[in-house]
């Protein structure tokens, strides 16, 4: 039976990666007892084919950057995937400057479909903020990011102004 536990691991593994427990409780919902699931689990680690740390490190890489996604969001779904408590926190310690670029990313990513001058309401920065927050990144980035962004909307709005001609009527 422990070849069987083994062979449908790599079934579920050829088709995603699993964090250790959760590639567990797939096999468990399979019907393989306790003592075939540990085997067949070691074994895929012994092969490579299973490492917690290189897929949360992988699964952050992707959701900062691409997705916009703060530590806080990023370490609730490694932990909700089945990642355990201290890879979660050691993979969604983003260093600076990748933190920064998931910043950038989420509000690209809001401002998308955020209304033509939402800089000059107030309400319409509130929930920026707030956006990210959900996002998982902290009030005080999030405020800070919201108003830089909105500094540079509003002068490059001004400057847009400047430029227009007062006598052209199109």
Same mark, same amino acid.
């Given at each position: 039976?422990?070849? +069987?536990?083994?062979?449908?691991?790599?079934?579920?593994?050829?088709?995603?990666?699993?964090? $250790?427990?959760?590639?567990?409780?797939?096999?468990?919902?399979?019907?393989?007892?306790?003592?075939?699931?540990?085997?067949?689990?070691?074994?895929? /680690?012994?092969?490579?084919?299973?490492?917690? /740390?290189?897929?949360?490190? $992988?699964?952050? /890489?992707?959701?900062?950057?691409?997705?916009?996604?703060?530590?806080?969001?990023?370490?609730? !779904?490694?932990?909700?995937?089945?990642?355990?408590?201290?890879?979660?926190?050691?993979?969604?310690?983003?260093?600076?400057?990748?933190?920064?670029?998931?910043?950038?990313?989420?509000?690209?990513?809001?401002?998308?479909?955020?209304? !033509?001058?939402?800089?000059?309401?107030? /309400?319409?920065?509130?929930?920026?903020?707030?956006?990210?927050?959900?996002?998982?990144?902290?009030?005080?980035?999030?405020?800070?990011?919201?108003?830089?962004?909105?500094?540079?909307?509003? +002068?490059?709005?001004?400057?847009?102004?400047?430029?227009?001609?007062?006598?052209?009527?199109?």
């Amino acid at each position: 039976m422990a070849d +069987q536990a083994f062979a449908a691991a790599l079934r579920l593994l050829s088709r995603r990666d699993y964090f $250790r427990a959760a590639l567990a409780d797939r096999l468990r919902e399979k019907g393989f007892d306790d003592d075939e699931i540990a085997a067949a689990v070691r074994r895929c /680690e012994e092969a490579g084919y299973l490492d917690d /740390e290189r897929l949360a490190r $992988r699964f952050v /890489e992707l959701r900062a950057v691409r997705r916009g996604w703060g530590r806080r969001r990023l370490k609730l !779904e490694l932990l909700k995937r089945g990642a355990p408590a201290d890879v979660a926190a050691r993979a969604s310690k983003l260093a600076p400057e990748a933190e920064a670029r998931a910043l950038d990313a989420a509000l690209e990513r809001i401002e998308w479909r955020a209304p !033509e001058g939402w800089w000059r309401l107030h /309400e319409r920065r509130a929930r920026m903020v707030s956006s990210l927050v959900n996002r998982g990144f902290d009030v005080d980035a999030a405020v800070r990011a919201v108003a830089r962004l909105a500094d540079e909307r509003e +002068q490059a709005h001004a400057r847009d102004e400047e430029c227009r001609d007062p006598h052209d009527i199109s």
